[in-house]
């Protein structure tokens, strides 16, 4: 499936018992709203914040021939994110005053408590933002943070708010403490863990209702490598995210692509893995929600979102055709079969592993530019390398070395500038192929020959979900920009079903 084709449902039904989460009733199905950052970052005024309310509760467009909202269609939370603070007005260049309360920036926000008041009033339920990124407090201690959160809270529940995300910059870290505080103030709030995918939840623990799986997502532009790589993230949760304590990769960046198929893709990614669906563009842009408006209404697709049988939903299939496998750096270890059996030729100017070689033509279609094994070609130009002091290179300017890709496992091998200084600021390009058959890394690492990929070089990944109702939704993704492929999922012999293309509304 190239990324511009359509994910499908199929047949299947599953149940498990749910752990504990945060128990005030809240986030039972994946929340449904809109957030300002990815739209607007710091650049907001409570005008523009309204505005945007407005927007999520106007019935100006029609869903399937019947005029509705955003809001109508689940999209009923409104959040404002980092901007709100008076930076430096409080206490010792903080902003939070001498009793604990946050200071507004009044001059942005005249009244906190009247957005939100017109929030209520047109159905919307509001969401806030905590221990902010711009200006972030640092270096008090642990009594005035303490002092700081309980005013944090204290104005959430005056102002009326009835969310509140929770970043990860400043000393407000204690996700427990938020949890009691909140639950002591009476007013049954929804808490997001905005820690970057750090202090996940387990089965036993979650004082939350929603947690970032991931780092930022890239937006303004949106970066497809950045949704993609977000999207995988969702695997490791798999196991903890469910109803009240839910996984979530960041905001969608849907309507923020340069492509309607980006778009689609990211909604449909989202969608699959139950994460909370918040929309993070402009809704005052017209012509942006004009064309995204069949997506992101999409009732199907929402509804497969919602949907809770037992399981988020996962990564089922992920494939690179064409390819026998990837190098990959890893700890020495001499009885790793798969660390064996390296050579070079300097006659050929091939990297060779059993049968199969190094190969520089899938670095054209993956970023950053991955290495992978094919069976050995002879007439191959793409698996031609020099290799001459410890350095691999195809053309004498880029150079084989490790991209080890922080939140995402790995490294894997990527071509790079030859001599570029990596963010240790040593140089990473030195392999030494010893008479053993091993490969070694300056960095005293070896490369084994795996069968599984990068997570962001796999050309084709099939995600799936139990649905209710004897159902599952299958959803295919591309990480390759240019070229169709095609993926094969098995049934159990026997099996009868129907497939409904839930884009498209029709069953096929």
């Known amino acids: 499936f190239n990324r511009t084709r359509l994910p499908v449902m199929r047949l299947c039904v599953a149940f498990a018992s749910v752990g504990l989460c945060m128990d005030n009733g809240l986030a039972l199905t994946p929340p449904m709203g809109w957030r300002s950052w990815n739209a607007f970052y710091l650049q907001i005024d409570q005008e523009m914040i309204e505005a945007n309310i407005e927007m999520l ?64 009033s047109l159905g919307i339920t509001a969401g806030w933002y905590g221990n902010n990124c711009d200006c972030y407090e640092s270096g008090f201690g642990e009594a005035w943070v303490d002092q700081e959160m309980s005013g944090d809270v204290a104005s959430t529940v005056e102002y009326g708010f009835d969310s509140i995300k929770l970043d990860g910059c400043g000393q407000e870290l204690n996700l427990t403490r938020w949890e009691k505080l909140f639950n002591a103030s009476g007013k049954a709030v929804l808490l997001e863990n905005c820690h970057w995918g750090n202090d996940a939840p387990t089965l036993d623990w979650c004082p939350f209702h929603m947690f970032r799986s991931s780092p930022d997502i890239t937006s303004t532009p949106a970066s497809w490598t950045s949704m993609y790589l977000n999207l995988q993230t969702m695997n490791r ?127 054209s279609h993956s970023d950053p530019g991955f290495l992978a094994l094919a069976p050995c070609d002879a007439a191959s130009t793409p698996q031609t390398f020099h290799y001459k002091q410890g350095s691999l290179t195809p053309d004498g300017a880029q150079c084989a070395a490790p991209y080890n890709y922080q939140w995402h496992g790995g490294p894997g091998l990527s071509l790079q500038a030859c001599e570029k200084q990596m963010n240790d600021g040593h140089k990473d390009q030195h392999f030494t ?33 139990k649905l209710t109702g004897q159902k599952q939704g299958i959803f295919a993704i591309n990480a390759d920009k240019t070229t169709d492929h095609m993926v094969e999922v098995a049934l159990p012999p026997g099996v009868t079903f129907k497939v409904r293309v839930v884009w498209t509304r029709k069953d096929t």
């Not at 960041?250 to 990211?266: I, P, S, V």
């Not at 300097?346 to 033509?361: M, P």
């Open 57 to 120: 509760a106007d019935k100006g467009r029609t869903v399937r021939g019947v005029h509705k909202s955003l809001a109508d269609v689940g999209y009923s939370d409104a959040g404002l994110d980092d901007g709100w603070q008076a930076c430096g007005a409080g206490v010792n260049g903080s902003f939070h005053d001498h009793s604990g309360r946050p200071v507004v920036n009044t001059t942005r926000f005249p009244s906190l408590k009247a957005m939100v008041a017109k929030a209520h």
């Open 237 to 363: 949760f798999s196991a903890v995210s469910r109803p009240g304590c839910w996984a979530y990769p960041d905001m969608l960046e849907t309507g923020n692509f340069l492509r309607y198929q980006e778009d689609r893709a990211n909604f449909g990614a989202w969608a699959i893995t139950s994460s909370p669906l918040i929309l993070s563009l402009d809704l005052r842009n017209k012509s942006m929600v004009d064309r995204v408006w069949e997506i992101i209404t999409n009732e199907e697709a929402i509804a497969v979102n919602q949907d809770w049988a037992g399981e988020p939903g996962g990564l089922a299939v992920s494939q690179s055709p064409g390819y026998s496998g990837f190098p990959w750096l890893v700890a020495c270890d001499a009885m790793d079969k798969a660390q064996r059996g390296w050579s070079y030729n300097h006659t050929s100017k091939r990297v060779q592993v059993g049968k199969s070689c190094l190969d520089w033509s899938f670095a």
């Open 433 to 465: 192929i010893t008479g053993d058959g091993r490969m070694v890394h300056q960095n005293g690492q070896c490369v084994a020959a795996k069968a599984s990929a990068p997570l962001q070089a796999d050309l084709t990944q099939v995600w799936t979900k």
